[in-house]
C-alpha cells in the first residue's frame, strides 16, 4: 500500500518553495528551494520545525490524528511566532489534498470550526477529570498491607538553654480603614474554576486566530493568482472589454442618427 503524500509550495519573494510529506505517524519531510533540496527529514512531531540558515524555515503542523494542517514559511532571521499560531507565510497545499480540503472547511465555516475546536478543549477538560475520577476511586479501592519497620531508638537530647532577648519596641503605624470591596459571584467562580476554565478559552481564541490566517492567505492567494495569469489571457480580455466599448458606441451613433432622421421628417412635413 502507497504512502500518502501531501504537498505544499509557494513562490515567496521570487522565490518557489516546494515542500512534500510522506507517511502517517513516522513522516518524511523534503523541502526544495528553486528545485535544489535543502532539508530532508524524518519525524513524528505534530508540530515539526525544518530550519536552514540560507533559507529561512518552515512549521509544519498536524493534527493529533495525523491529518496535515498547514505549512508555514518564516524568513531567515524572523522569529518563530507560529509555534503559538501566529505569524510567517502559510504554503498553499496541492489542489484536492487534505490540507487544502481542510482549509476549505475553515473559511467557509468559520462558526462550525471553532464551536468543533472549542468544545475540543472542553472535552480534553473532562477527559481529565474523569481520569482522576477513576484513578481515585481505584486507588480507595486497593488494600495496602501494614509494614512495620524496625527503628532504632534514638537517645533523648538535652535541653539547651535559650537566652532572654530583649524585645524591640515597633512604632505603631496608623493603617486607614479599607473599604470592604465585595467581589461578584462569577469572578469568584472563574478564580475557583481557572484551571478548567482556561484550556476552553485558549482553545477558542486559537481557532479564532486559524480562521484570520486562512482568510489571510485565502486572499493572498487570490491575489498573487491574478497576478500571475498569462498575459495572453489578459490581453484577450482587455480586447474584449475594447470590443464591448466600440459596440456601446455603435450602438449611441445609431440612436443620434435615428433621431437626426426624425427630425428632419418632421420638418418637411411642416
Do not use: C
Not at 472589454?241 to 432622421?261: F, I, K, P, R
Amino acid at each position: 500500500m502507497s504512502k500518502k503524500v501531501q504537498i505544499w509550495s509557494r513562490t515567496i519573494s521570487g522565490t518557489t518553495h516546494h515542500l512534500e510529506v510522506t507517511g502517517e505517524i513516522i513522516r518524511r519531510f523534503v523541502w526544495t528551494v528553486d528545485g535544489e533540496e535543502v532539508l530532508a527529514k524524518k519525524t513524528s512531531d505534530d508540530r515539526a520545525r525544518l530550519e536552514s540558515k540560507e533559507h529561512g524555515a518552515l512549521l509544519v503542523i498536524h493534527s493529533g490524528l495525523g491529518t496535515p494542517r498547514r505549512a508555514t514559511y518564516f524568513a531567515p532571521g524572523e522569529d518563530l511566532a507560529g509555534l503559538a499560531g501566529i505569524g510567517g507565510i502559510d504554503l498553499t497545499p496541492e489542489p484536492g489534498s487534505r490540507a487544502a480540503a481542510y482549509e476549505r472547511r475553515v473559511i467557509d465555516h468559520p462558526k462550525r470550526y471553532a464551536l468543533i475546536e472549542t468544545l475540543g478543549g472542553a472535552a480534553g477538560v473532562v477527559g481529565g477529570i474523569v481520569a482522576a475520577m477513576v484513578v481515585a476511586w481505584i486507588v480507595a479501592r486497593i488494600s495496602l498491607p501494614d509494614i512495620d519497620l524496625p527503628l532504632p531508638n534514638l537517645p533523648d537530647l538535652p535541653d539547651l538553654p535559650l537566652p532572654d532577648l530583649p524585645s524591640i519596641p515597633w512604632p505603631s503605624i496608623p493603617w486607614p480603614d479599607l473599604p470592604d470591596v465585595q467581589v461578584p459571584e462569577w469572578v469568584k467562580w472563574v478564580a475557583n474554576h481557572l484551571k478548567y476554565v482556561w484550556p476552553i478559552i485558549l482553545a477558542f481564541v486559537l481557532a479564532q486566530g486559524e480562521i484570520k490566517r486562512r482568510r489571510k492567505h485565502a486572499e493572498a492567494s487570490g491575489t498573487s493568482v491574478e497576478a500571475s495569469r498569462p498575459s495572453a489571457e489578459k490581453a484577450a480580455d482587455d480586447d474584449s472589454a475594447d470590443a464591448s466599448d466600440a459596440s456601446a458606441d455603435l450602438t449611441d451613433a445609431s440612436a443620434d442618427t435615428g433621431d437626426a432622421s426624425a427630425e428632419e421628417g418632421q420638418r418637411r412635413g411642416l
